[in-house]
């Protein structure tokens, strides 16, 4: 009998890599598919790694897969625009071993800038995009993406979302296939893509896209349910499950492959029902190619394009039910916030101070937007902090950016950071780029980066050093600071944004979470000596909190006496002592 196992979308995916006989995988931590990776590492026969942005994650893919094995990389969907230069080539080249990137979106943005829909970077890139609905159907699927590529000759996108991702599910395991290495054969006309050869690839691409549209109406991962015909849906991902939860009656076509779509298979369903809604996440990327062909149907009139769907909107917009939600006016709002003892907030406790404006960046740092550090005016994407420093410096000159910095996590940094940072250099630029390094991926649950010193696997390799990889740059002055080392930082800092020239200061602290730190003390109040002032509830530390008398109590299993506040109080009202 098969073994059957409970997983969570992303450890489905990774059990489909091992069972598809993938030999490579690169990727980028990147919250929904961060578990992919982590996941998967676990099987020694798949090499896996961090990689330090989803472009090289890519490229490394692509090139395992011209060698001749099966490959993949994983990242979400913002991570997919940074991999856009590569993939939008593949396309056009094709593959040798299959290759597959898994890409995870995130309807309703849970932990993303934007909510962009990855079937429409399938669509411009000419790359084919299929989508599961389940746990077993993310490991099914991804397998058969691979059948798929090397079929077709072309990279295939699996497509998830959040609620996929994070969801569980009970999954039939199965052994793992052993593809034969395909021999490399040098081709210049499929591989090169100067000008001349990518007008010949283009026309490959076209043929490619039309023989799987008609192949759609036969591939098992699209599967039509006939059932009351007075209404139909065209579903797909984690939008089906709602579908048959409301309607459990109704026919539906569940699509697997959304790009291209299967026109006749389509076509075929929509002629035999009444009344045909199309029910997809985000954008109408199936509703508008159905009504192109001149198929009466129903879509983004009936719902939104904005945030996660669910049963409930179905139930109110298709059986005119109304759901009423249990009221939560007692609940107070819980707005994410910095942990305790987390170095990030005693920076931005000195830039408060200073009252200086920040350019911020992707990560846990993102979170000094919010009262009461309000130290963030910007965040944009990855690396894009120290960007934006210089394009304002270059805009209002060196004066207006002496009341700026640009603030990036160490693994963003390198990242693409390193970049926007020799850009700085090389048109001669003002400004203080500060890098909170943390030794570690923080928001995405602490993996590690090429300067942390481990790979994925948790090996001992090479760890970057940051400061002296930014001294070649032929920056001077560079400052490694420990971020609890407020007088000093604010010397410093006060220092630097005098100069005009770009200058760069590292607070080296690791994060509070990573394992195996221990904290043997505390904080504690001295009340007797506390005036009620404040100062110590200013940076928003969790631990601490104002009593009714205007004194403060500090929560001891909280704490991690990084003496933040203590450095705050002029009074000796706070000290250390053994937990």
Not at 39 to 46: I, N, R, S, T
Not at 79 to 100: C, E, F, Q, R
Request: aromatic share 6%; hydrophobic share 40%; proline share 5%.
């Amino acid at each position: 009998m098969a073994q059957q196992k409970i997983l969570i979308g992303n450890e489905a995916i990774a059990r489909g890599a091992y069972e598809a006989g993938v030999k490579v995988s690169s990727a980028y931590p990147g919250t929904p598919s961060t578990e992919i990776s982590e996941k998967l590492v676990q099987y020694e026969e798949v090499y896996c790694e961090w990689a330090p942005n989803e472009k090289v994650a890519v490229e490394v893919a692509c090139g395992a897969s011209m060698s001749g094995v099966r490959s993949m990389a994983c990242m979400k969907h913002v991570g997919l625009n940074v991999a856009s230069d590569p993939i939008y080539t593949m396309s056009y080249i094709g593959v040798t071993g299959g290759l597959v990137l898994v890409v995870a979106d995130d309807p309703g943005m849970y932990s993303s800038q934007n909510e962009q829909d990855t079937r429409m970077i399938g669509r411009a890139s000419m790359i084919p995009v299929v989508e599961p609905s389940d746990s077993q159907e993310a490991k099914d699927f991804f397998k058969y993406a691979f059948d798929l590529s090397e079929k077709y000759d072309t990279p295939i996108i699996l497509r998830t979302t959040t609620r996929l991702a994070h969801s569980q599910g009970m999954v039939t395991l199965e052994d793992r296939c052993e593809p034969v290495d395909i021999p490399y054969e040098k081709n210049v006309a499929k591989n090169v893509m100067v000008p001349a050869n990518a007008i010949k690839r283009h026309l490959v691409v076209e043929d490619r896209l039309n023989r799987m549209a008609i192949d759609g109406a036969d591939m098992p991962i699209n599967k039509v349910e006939m059932n009351d015909t007075k209404i139909g849906f065209i579903t797909c991902g984690i939008a089906y499950q709602y579908v048959k939860e409301v309607c459990p009656n109704a026919s539906v076509l569940k699509l697997g492959l959304l790009n291209p779509l299967p026109k006749k298979l389509i076509e075929d369903f929509a002629s035999k029902v009444d009344r045909l809604i199309i029910f997809e996440e985000l954008e109408p990327v199936i509703e508008e190619q159905v009504k192109s062909w001149g198929i009466k149907c129903e879509g983004k009139e009936l719902f939104t394009r904005q945030g996660e769907y669910s049963a409930n909107m179905l139930r109110e917009k298709i059986l005119g039910q109304a759901v009423e939600l249990e009221e939560a006016a007692n609940v107070p709002a819980r707005p994410p916030v910095l942990c305790p003892g987390c170095p990030h907030r005693s920076v931005y406790s000195v830039l408060n101070k200073l009252k200086l404006h920040a350019a911020g960046d992707i990560g846990c740092y993102t979170l000094g937007a919010s009262a009461p550090l309000s130290v963030l005016d910007t965040t944009i994407c990855m690396g894009s902090s120290i960007s934006s420093l210089h394009g304002m410096e270059k805009a209002k000159g060196k004066e207006y950016i002496k009341k700026w910095v640009a603030v990036i996590g160490d693994s963003t940094f390198l990242h693409t950071g390193v970049n926007s940072l020799m850009n700085m250099v090389y048109n001669k630029a003002t400004g203080t780029v500060i890098i909170l390094d943390n030794s570690t991926t923080g928001m995405t649950g602490h993996q590690e980066h090429a300067a942390t010193g481990k790979t994925l696997q948790g090996e001992p390799t090479y760890a970057i050093d940051i400061y002296n990889l930014i001294k070649a740059m032929g920056i001077e002055h560079v400052y490694e600071i420990n971020a609890f080392d407020t007088a000093e930082l604010e010397r410093v800092i006060k220092e630097e944004q005098e100069r005009d020239e770009v200058s760069v200061i590292i607070t080296k602290s690791p994060c509070v979470l990573l394992k195996g730190n221990v904290f043997p003390d505390k904080c504690v109040p001295v009340t007797e000596n506390c005036k009620k002032c404040g100062a110590c509830l200013r940076p928003g530390c969790p631990a601490i909190t104002k009593n009714a008398d205007g004194t403060i109590s500090i929560d001891e299993n909280m704490c991690n006496a990084c003496g933040l506040c203590m450095q705050l109080c002029k009074f000796g009202a706070i000290k250390k002592e053994a937990k």
